[in-house]
């Protein structure tokens, strides 16, 4: 059984034994789960169709939080798409769009996966699903690439943290987009060295980030730090797959993230206490009952 410490491991276990990395997370987790690879690989298309769901849903107009406070972007970003009028192609408008869709229906009450978290919901659904549609890569790896991203995820809640309480945002959509960068890296055809560089330039670029949210709700700035986590999650599979290395080792970066979380003061881990919570309209917010 694997132990989840590293993923340099995982790495060059898949070197090793010539397979990609979503293998041998698949037969490892079958395993120990005491079931068949067929039956997981189905427990895991269950979750794809959940985010599926959750992207055309998130993307209807009208939808709006009990709060007030989110609903609607993801279908203005859609129609911003559709209409050719976006900076950066369709694409990239179609990431933003799902990634924006799968956080609104999270605050709406909606069902989403949290990957690895609620809070985080949108970044690899957006990333996966678009690169999956874009590139017309087959259903089947799609769905292998979230084991993929599995494994990002379980060394570093192990290693770390994925709880925005625990270790700010960074711990939250910081792991999202390594893990999110590791799956797209994978469908693209990169090679497992690629996926680790890949997560290891995505969750470097969000170290520090706080987790402050808004009247204490799940949805201020939580929900455009999504999209935002879905686009370095781009960055950084572009990147690893252009044969860019990043010099320090994804393991490292790991643990710089715990020490990181470990040395934030607690008003900026999820209290609401600090950060975007604590200015002049973040407190008015809060006093406000959400009547807006």
Known sequence: MYQYDSVDFLVNEAEKN??????????????????????LYSKMEKRFEVME?????????????????SGGDAYKMKCQVDRGENLCGPLFGHVLTKALA???????MGKIVAAPTAGSCGIIPSAVLTIMEDKNIDRKDAVMSLFTASGIGIVIANKASISGAEGGCQA???TAS?????????????????ISNAAAIALKSILGLV??????LVEVPCIKRNA?????????????LAGIESRIPVDEVIEAMKKI????????KETAQGGLADTKTGRFYKKAGFDL
């Not at 990395?21 to 039956?39: G, H, N, V, Y």
Request: charged share 25%.
């Open 18 to 39: 010539n397979k990609k990395i979503s293998e041998l997370i698949l037969k490892e987790q079958a395993e120990r789960m005491e079931i068949t690879r067929d039956d």
């Open 53 to 69: 769901e959750a992207v055309k849903k998130g993307s209807m107009p009208g939808l709006r939080s009990v709060s007030g406070l």
């Open 102 to 108: 799968v956080s609104e229906l999270n605050s709406c």
């Open 172 to 174: 939250e959509c910081g």
């Open 178 to 194: 390594a893990m999110a960068a590791a799956a797209i890296t994978e469908m693209a055809g990169g090679t497992p060295r690629m």
């Open 211 to 216: 987790c402050d949210p808004v009247a204490g």
């Open 228 to 240: 935002m986590g879905a686009a370095n999650a781009l960055t950084a599979a572009e990147l690893a």
């Open 261 to 268: 979380g470990d040395m934030m003061p607690s008003c900026l």
